[in-house]
């Protein structure tokens, strides 16, 4: 009787780095928590790299972008938009990059009651935009946060836009954050690691799942209970119907053009109802 031998496929090497990208207001922190977990780094065999904040609203920190970044490592959070991730020179050609975004009406809000009351005052721009909205009325200060996007924070939209079509690449996954926020979120974390090449149990990713959930950062808030002065603040996506009037609307038309669209957020011009 003759023998039968089989042989087990060798495994996928683990990829050489790994990049979580995004655009502000995309719970970039939250993510860095979860991808810091012990269980996560032992079943990449990686460490973590923070390259540090502001990549796209500033010139700061720059030549991280020529020089790449570590291998071996998860570099989290890193802001940058589509065109310039493609040129950060990568430690191997068996890297594996993410990237969240956000609807940007909800990003315009999130960054309103941030920068009016809880974000950290590290510069002085930050402190005077803060002096700022606080002599202004909510509408008026969401107002100015929109027409910002037209003009000093405008890249903000640029990286938005740059991201369309990044994932033609196979090595990269475009990832929204009102999945990750939604009922689907653990899913999608894991799918999210399973891209990355990270072999973890769904009774360990429930584990970190739970550690990290909205109400223990929050304080013990549910999901949608808000309290406007706190990081985590809300937590749900979709606010920006509860903030929106109709001139929020057509302001943000105008500055935004058809990226929503672009983006997968509306079919049409055509979506406010104020």
């Known amino acids: 009787m003759s023998s039968i031998t089989f042989f087990k496929r060798p495994a996928a090497p683990m990829p050489s780095q790994i990049f979580h990208c995004c655009i502000q207001k995309s719970a970039s922190r939250w993510l860095k928590g979860i991808l810091a977990s012990p269980a996560i780094l032992r079943a990449s065999g990686m460490e973590i790299h923070d390259p540090g904040r502001d990549f796209i609203l500033s010139r700061r920190n720059r030549s991280q972008l020529t020089q790449g970044f570590p291998g071996g490592a998860i570099v989290t959070p890193l802001y940058v938009p589509g065109e310039v991730f493609e040129s950060i020179p990568k430690h191997a050609e068996n890297w594996r990059g993410f990237w969240v975004m956000r609807d940007p009406r909800d990003m315009v809000v999130s960054r ?18 803060r002096r700022e909205l606080e002599q202004l009325p909510f509408e008026e200060g969401l107002a100015r946060m929109i027409e910002d996007l037209g003009g000093r924070t405008s890249e903000l939209l640029r990286c938005l836009d740059s991201w369309v079509g990044m994932d033609r690449d196979p090595r990269i996954k475009l990832v929204r954050y009102e999945d990750l926020a939604g009922k689907n979120g653990l899913a999608t974390m894991q799918s999210i690691l399973g891209h990355c090449g990270i072999s973890l149990s769904r009774n360990a990713m429930k584990k970190i799942w739970r550690r990290n959930d909205f109400r223990k950062l929050s304080g013990g808030r549910d999901r949608g209970n808000t309290d406007p002065r706190h990081h985590y603040r809300r937590g749900v996506a979709g606010d920006w119907r509860n903030h929106f009037t109709s001139r929020h609307c057509r302001l943000f038309r105008k500055t935004s053009g058809d990226l929503l669209q672009r983006l997968g957020y509306e079919k049409t011009g055509d979506w406010c109802r104020c």
Do not use: G, K, P
């Not at 309103?112 to 935009?129: C, I, K, M, T, V």
């Open 112 to 129: 309103y009651f941030s920068n009016r009351y809880s974000h950290e005052l590290r510069n002085q721009d930050l402190a005077r935009e």
